[in-house]
């Protein structure tokens, strides 16, 4: 992981590594979702404010290896929790479950549109899709 300022993804087998890099400090997590990328740096992000506020920068920079991990500790894994368990499900996935939802919907109402279509046409085989009564309820 270089020094200098950024962003990266790295793949490994089924493992998917995220760092951030800012001010010579390395935020980094792993997570096991290949093409999902906005979840992890919101983590990683959220995470360096939070460490940030907690010690400050110029604290962070000159701490020896695991000096903060007892205090720290419960942070990550309060977070981690948030993050695993849907809290945190971004603007852009809420609106796939919305997309969803009322996909399904109109897949339902149309077959609703179909199967009428079939109990009034003059079809003799319409007794196979139900009662006509059924189609009243549109």
Same mark, same amino acid.
């Given at each position: 992981?270089?020094?200098?300022?950024?962003?990266? #993804? /790295?793949?490994?087998? &089924?493992?998917?590594?995220?760092? %951030? %890099?800012?001010?010579?400090?390395?935020?980094?997590?792993?997570?096991?979702?290949?093409?999902?990328?906005?979840?992890? /740096?919101?983590?990683?992000?959220?995470?360096?404010?939070?460490?940030?506020?907690?010690?400050?920068? &110029? =604290? *962070?920079?000159?701490?020896? *290896?695991?000096?903060? =991990?007892? !205090?720290?500790?419960?942070?990550?894994?309060?977070?981690?929790?948030?993050?695993?368990?849907?809290?945190?499900? !971004?603007?852009? $996935?809420?609106?796939?479950?919305?997309? !969803?939802? %009322?996909?399904?919907?109109?897949?339902?109402?149309?077959?609703?549109?179909? %199967?009428?279509?079939?109990? #009034?046409? !003059? &079809?003799? $085989?319409?007794?196979?899709?139900?009662?006509?009564?059924?189609?009243?309820?549109?």
């Amino acid at each position: 992981i270089p020094v200098t300022d950024g962003k990266m #993804t /790295y793949v490994y087998d &089924d493992y998917v590594f995220h760092y %951030v %890099v800012e001010s010579g400090i390395c935020y980094l997590c792993m997570s096991d979702e290949k093409n999902k990328h906005r979840l992890p /740096y919101a983590f990683l992000q959220e995470m360096k404010d939070l460490f940030l506020a907690k010690f400050g920068l &110029d =604290n *962070a920079q000159r701490a020896i *290896a695991f000096s903060f =991990n007892e !205090d720290f500790s419960p942070v990550i894994q309060q977070r981690m929790e948030h993050y695993n368990s849907g809290g945190a499900m !971004d603007n852009i $996935d809420a609106l796939k479950n919305q997309i !969803d939802e %009322v996909k399904e919907g109109m897949v339902q109402n149309i077959e609703k549109v179909v %199967v009428c279509t079939l109990y #009034t046409s !003059d &079809d003799a $085989d319409y007794r196979v899709w139900g009662d006509i009564r059924s189609c009243v309820s549109l």
